[in-house]
């Protein structure tokens, strides 16, 4: 059955784990890199390709049609 253990990484970029573990020679492992703990806490992370396409979509949003197509949602002023 599968075993998830956290681990560090230290200064010199080696994997430490907090406590020993006995593993079978050439058992296969996973490792999965997790975010740091400031980029945890400065909250969510704004996509690559949000950014990209916001020019773009910015470009269509403003076009007449599109200001036309939603109408039926604007509050009446």
Not at 3 to 18: F, H, M, Q, S, W
Not at 55 to 66: G, K, Q, S, V
């Amino acid at each position: 059955m599968p075993k998830t253990v956290e681990a560090v990484v230290d200064d010199d970029g080696y994997i430490r784990l907090p406590d020993s573990i006995s593993l079978k020679r050439d058992q296969r492992v996973l490792v999965t890199i997790l975010e740091e703990e400031e980029e945890r806490a400065s909250g969510p992370q704004v996509a690559e390709t949000a950014l990209l396409s916001e020019e773009a979509l910015a470009e269509d949003w403003t076009r007449r049609e599109e200001e036309n197509a939603w109408t039926h949602l604007q509050p009446d002023l």
